[in-house]
């Protein structure tokens, strides 16, 4: 997996999740549809903090962005909101010199939207 950033959707992994929501909207799928395909491949993405840290960012964004963060159960908006909230994980602070303050500044962004 490639992190090319600090970025919401710096990583392969956080265009996977934007490329997945976006493709189960275009063939019609409901906004509830879309969130709950993407909450099924929790297990597969969340394999450490760091990728925890990018799955939550990169799904909230791609829900936010077609309009479906709504239409997320209210306990996983909670869980997406505490892990935006509560920063970038330590391990941001290996990926690059000044990531950590990067990815928390994104991280700040995204919890105003």
């Given at each position: 997996m490639a992190i090319d950033g600090s970025g919401i959707l710096a990583s392969d992994d956080a265009h996977d999740i934007q490329q997945a929501v976006r493709e189960a909207w275009r063939a019609g799928h409901s906004e509830a549809e879309v969130a709950q395909a993407l909450l099924a491949q929790q297990a597969d993405f969340?394999?450490?903090?760091l990728h925890t840290d990018m799955y939550w960012a990169a799904?909230?964004?791609?829900l936010w962005e077609i309009g479906a963060w709504p239409s997320l159960p209210s306990a996983e908006r909670e869980q997406a909101l505490a892990h935006i909230n509560s920063?970038?994980?330590v391990d941001w602070r290996q990926v690059a010199p000044g990531a950590w303050g990067q990815r928390r500044r994104a991280l700040a962004a995204l919890a105003q939207r």
């Open positions: 969340c394999t450490d903090a799904l909230a964004q791609s920063g970038p994980c």
